[in-house]
Protein backbone atom coordinates (compact mmCIF):
# COMPACT_ATOMS: atom_id res chain seq x y z
CA UNK A 1 0.00 0.00 0.00
CA UNK A 2 0.85 3.44 -0.79
CA UNK A 3 2.24 5.19 2.22
CA UNK A 4 2.10 8.72 1.02
CA UNK A 5 -0.39 9.71 -1.54
CA UNK A 6 -0.52 13.20 -3.48
CA UNK A 7 -3.40 13.17 -5.45
CA UNK A 8 -3.06 16.33 -7.59
CA UNK A 9 -0.42 15.68 -10.35
CA UNK A 10 -0.63 19.52 -11.16
CA UNK A 11 -1.71 22.41 -10.31
CA UNK A 12 -2.17 26.47 -11.54
CA UNK A 13 -2.01 28.97 -9.39
CA UNK A 14 -2.85 32.79 -9.69
CA UNK A 15 0.25 35.05 -8.49
CA UNK A 16 -0.17 36.12 -4.76
CA UNK A 17 -2.93 33.79 -4.25
CA UNK A 18 -2.90 30.67 -1.72
CA UNK A 19 -2.94 26.91 -2.83
CA UNK A 20 -3.25 24.17 -0.93
CA UNK A 21 -1.29 20.96 -1.90
CA UNK A 22 -2.73 17.70 -0.64
CA UNK A 23 -0.72 14.76 1.42
CA UNK A 24 -2.36 11.61 3.15
CA UNK A 25 -0.38 9.32 4.47
CA UNK A 26 -0.45 6.00 5.85
CA UNK A 27 0.54 4.36 8.84
CA UNK A 28 0.34 2.16 12.22
CA UNK A 29 3.61 3.96 13.84
CA UNK A 30 2.39 6.23 16.93
CA UNK A 31 5.88 8.16 16.02
CA UNK A 32 6.54 10.01 12.78
CA UNK A 33 7.65 12.62 11.01
CA UNK A 34 5.65 14.12 7.91
CA UNK A 35 8.38 16.82 5.44
CA UNK A 36 7.44 18.87 2.50
CA UNK A 37 9.93 19.35 -0.33
CA UNK A 38 10.21 21.54 -3.39
CA UNK A 39 12.19 20.43 -6.07
CA UNK A 40 12.49 23.02 -8.75
CA UNK A 41 13.64 21.98 -12.29
CA UNK A 42 17.13 22.33 -11.44
CA UNK A 43 16.46 19.27 -9.47
CA UNK A 44 18.04 20.07 -5.70
CA UNK A 45 15.28 18.83 -3.23
CA UNK A 46 14.58 21.91 -0.73
CA UNK A 47 13.59 21.28 3.00
CA UNK A 48 10.45 23.34 3.40
CA UNK A 49 8.76 22.19 6.40
CA UNK A 50 8.38 19.52 9.21
CA UNK A 51 5.68 18.10 11.44
CA UNK A 52 6.27 16.00 14.13
CA UNK A 53 3.70 13.09 14.85
CA UNK A 54 3.06 14.71 18.44
CA UNK A 55 3.47 17.98 17.74
CA UNK A 56 0.72 20.06 19.24
CA UNK A 57 0.33 22.94 16.52
CA UNK A 58 0.13 22.82 12.61
CA UNK A 59 4.18 24.00 11.63
CA UNK A 60 4.74 26.85 9.50
CA UNK A 61 7.23 28.37 7.90
CA UNK A 62 7.27 31.89 6.53
CA UNK A 63 4.97 31.92 3.66
CA UNK A 64 4.49 28.14 3.89
CA UNK A 65 1.95 26.44 6.41
CA UNK A 66 1.23 22.61 6.88
CA UNK A 67 -2.73 22.01 7.95
CA UNK A 68 -2.16 18.74 10.19
CA UNK A 69 -4.97 16.63 10.47
CA UNK A 70 -3.78 13.62 12.58
CA UNK A 71 -7.37 11.65 12.65
CA UNK A 72 -7.81 12.10 8.89
CA UNK A 73 -3.87 11.56 8.39
CA UNK A 74 -3.82 14.20 6.18
CA UNK A 75 -0.88 17.10 5.95
CA UNK A 76 -1.71 19.54 3.31
CA UNK A 77 0.66 21.96 3.03
CA UNK A 78 -0.52 25.54 2.11
CA UNK A 79 1.70 27.67 0.61
CA UNK A 80 0.27 31.91 0.91
CA UNK A 81 0.75 34.78 -1.99
CA UNK A 82 2.52 32.36 -4.45
CA UNK A 83 5.28 33.76 -6.39
CA UNK A 84 6.54 33.05 -9.19
CA UNK A 85 9.56 31.57 -7.82
CA UNK A 86 6.83 29.15 -6.49
CA UNK A 87 6.69 27.37 -9.63
CA UNK A 88 8.26 23.96 -8.81
CA UNK A 89 7.45 19.93 -7.90
CA UNK A 90 5.99 19.41 -4.41
CA UNK A 91 6.85 16.39 -2.44
CA UNK A 92 5.55 15.30 0.47
CA UNK A 93 7.66 12.61 2.67
CA UNK A 94 7.09 10.29 6.13
CA UNK A 95 9.54 9.18 8.50
CA UNK A 96 8.31 6.51 10.56
CA UNK A 97 9.30 5.61 14.00
CA UNK A 98 12.23 7.19 16.27
CA UNK A 99 13.76 10.56 14.36
CA UNK A 100 17.05 9.36 15.91
CA UNK A 101 17.43 5.84 14.98
CA UNK A 102 17.77 5.29 11.01
CA UNK A 103 14.67 5.53 9.11
CA UNK A 104 13.69 6.06 5.90
CA UNK A 105 11.80 8.65 3.99
CA UNK A 106 8.88 7.49 1.92
CA UNK A 107 7.86 9.82 -0.90
CA UNK A 108 4.64 10.50 -2.36
CA UNK A 109 4.26 11.10 -6.26
CA UNK A 110 4.53 14.80 -6.08
CA UNK A 111 2.69 17.69 -7.22
CA UNK A 112 3.61 20.49 -9.90
CA UNK A 113 2.72 23.90 -8.92
CA UNK A 114 2.85 26.20 -12.22
CA UNK A 115 2.51 30.37 -10.51
CA UNK A 116 0.72 32.53 -13.49
CA UNK A 117 1.59 35.98 -13.64
CA UNK B 1 20.49 23.85 7.29
CA UNK B 2 23.02 21.67 6.95
CA UNK B 3 24.69 21.41 3.66
CA UNK B 4 25.15 18.46 1.43
CA UNK B 5 27.18 18.45 -1.58
CA UNK B 6 27.02 15.71 -4.78
CA UNK B 7 29.36 16.07 -7.90
CA UNK B 8 29.34 16.18 -10.49
CA UNK B 9 26.09 18.05 -11.76
CA UNK B 10 25.63 16.37 -14.68
CA UNK B 11 27.77 13.44 -16.81
CA UNK B 12 27.34 11.71 -19.74
CA UNK B 13 28.87 8.69 -20.83
CA UNK B 14 29.29 5.79 -22.72
CA UNK B 15 27.52 2.51 -22.74
CA UNK B 16 30.11 0.41 -20.86
CA UNK B 17 31.80 2.80 -18.86
CA UNK B 18 31.85 3.11 -15.15
CA UNK B 19 30.10 6.79 -13.74
CA UNK B 20 31.30 7.50 -9.99
CA UNK B 21 28.87 10.23 -8.30
CA UNK B 22 30.16 11.97 -4.77
CA UNK B 23 28.39 12.56 -2.35
CA UNK B 24 29.72 14.75 0.88
CA UNK B 25 28.29 16.20 3.81
CA UNK B 26 30.14 19.70 4.23
CA UNK B 27 29.29 20.64 7.59
CA UNK B 28 28.81 17.65 9.54
CA UNK B 29 29.21 14.42 9.76
CA UNK B 30 26.78 11.50 8.27
CA UNK B 31 27.52 8.19 9.18
CA UNK B 32 24.38 7.17 7.33
CA UNK B 33 23.47 8.99 3.92
CA UNK B 34 20.77 7.89 1.16
CA UNK B 35 20.76 7.54 -2.70
CA UNK B 36 17.74 7.78 -4.77
CA UNK B 37 17.09 7.85 -8.56
CA UNK B 38 13.94 9.70 -10.02
CA UNK B 39 12.87 9.52 -13.51
CA UNK B 40 11.47 12.45 -15.17
CA UNK B 41 8.71 13.52 -13.47
CA UNK B 42 8.31 10.93 -10.76
CA UNK B 43 9.07 10.37 -7.07
CA UNK B 44 12.37 9.60 -5.63
CA UNK B 45 12.93 6.16 -4.99
CA UNK B 46 15.45 4.76 -2.64
CA UNK B 47 18.32 2.67 -4.49
CA UNK B 48 20.14 2.18 -0.83
CA UNK B 49 21.20 3.34 2.41
CA UNK B 50 25.25 3.74 3.09
CA UNK B 51 26.76 3.33 6.47
CA UNK B 52 30.19 4.53 7.05
CA UNK B 53 32.71 1.78 7.29
CA UNK B 54 29.69 -0.95 6.46
CA UNK B 55 28.22 -2.55 3.67
CA UNK B 56 25.00 -0.12 2.44
CA UNK B 57 21.91 -1.83 2.27
CA UNK B 58 20.15 -2.83 -0.95
CA UNK B 59 16.47 -2.03 -1.68
CA UNK B 60 14.39 -4.48 -3.27
CA UNK B 61 15.02 -5.26 -6.69
CA UNK B 62 18.46 -2.38 -6.98
CA UNK B 63 21.30 -4.26 -8.13
CA UNK B 64 24.78 -3.97 -5.61
CA UNK B 65 26.96 -5.02 -8.71
CA UNK B 66 25.93 -2.96 -10.81
CA UNK B 67 25.34 0.36 -8.39
CA UNK B 68 28.41 0.40 -5.92
CA UNK B 69 28.28 2.08 -2.90
CA UNK B 70 31.38 3.31 -1.14
CA UNK B 71 31.34 5.38 2.69
CA UNK B 72 34.68 5.15 3.50
CA UNK B 73 34.66 8.08 5.60
CA UNK B 74 32.10 9.95 7.74
CA UNK B 75 31.83 12.73 4.82
CA UNK B 76 31.98 10.99 2.12
CA UNK B 77 29.46 8.58 0.04
CA UNK B 78 30.10 7.78 -3.24
CA UNK B 79 27.83 5.48 -6.06
CA UNK B 80 29.51 3.88 -8.94
CA UNK B 81 27.15 2.84 -11.76
CA UNK B 82 29.49 0.15 -13.49
CA UNK B 83 28.96 -0.97 -16.73
CA UNK B 84 26.39 1.43 -17.71
CA UNK B 85 23.53 1.14 -19.92
CA UNK B 86 21.46 4.08 -21.80
CA UNK B 87 18.07 2.69 -19.33
CA UNK B 88 20.94 3.86 -16.34
CA UNK B 89 19.98 7.18 -17.94
CA UNK B 90 18.41 9.14 -14.66
CA UNK B 91 18.31 11.80 -11.77
CA UNK B 92 20.51 10.30 -9.07
CA UNK B 93 20.08 12.16 -5.49
CA UNK B 94 21.71 11.82 -2.62
CA UNK B 95 20.82 12.54 0.97
CA UNK B 96 22.10 12.66 5.06
CA UNK B 97 20.67 13.61 8.07
CA UNK B 98 21.42 16.42 10.55
CA UNK B 99 20.17 18.75 13.25
CA UNK B 100 18.10 18.57 16.29
CA UNK B 101 15.37 16.82 14.54
CA UNK B 102 18.09 14.66 12.42
CA UNK B 103 16.46 15.76 9.21
CA UNK B 104 17.34 15.13 5.83
CA UNK B 105 18.90 17.41 3.62
CA UNK B 106 19.62 16.58 -0.04
CA UNK B 107 22.42 16.88 -2.60
CA UNK B 108 22.29 18.86 -5.62
CA UNK B 109 21.78 15.79 -7.64
CA UNK B 110 23.35 14.25 -10.92
CA UNK B 111 21.73 13.81 -13.54
CA UNK B 112 23.56 10.98 -15.37
CA UNK B 113 23.33 10.54 -19.34
CA UNK B 114 23.96 6.83 -21.25
CA UNK B 115 24.83 7.51 -24.65
Known amino acids: AQKITQTQPGMFVQEKEAVTLDCTYD???????LFWYKQPSSGEMIFLIY??????QNATEGRYSLNFQKARKSANLVISASQLGDSAMYFC??????????????FGAGTTVTVRA | GAVVSQHPSRVICKSGTSVKIECRSL??????MFWYRQFPKQSLMLMAT?????????EQGVEKDKFLINHASLTLSTLTVTSAHPEDSSFYIC???????????FGQGTRLTVV
Open chain 2, 95 to 105: SARAGAKNEAF
Open chain 1, 27 to 33: TSDPSYG
Open chain 1, 51 to 56: QGSYDQ
Open chain 1, 93 to 106: AMREGNPFNDYKLS
Open chain 2, 27 to 32: DFQATT
Open chain 2, 50 to 58: SNEGSKATY
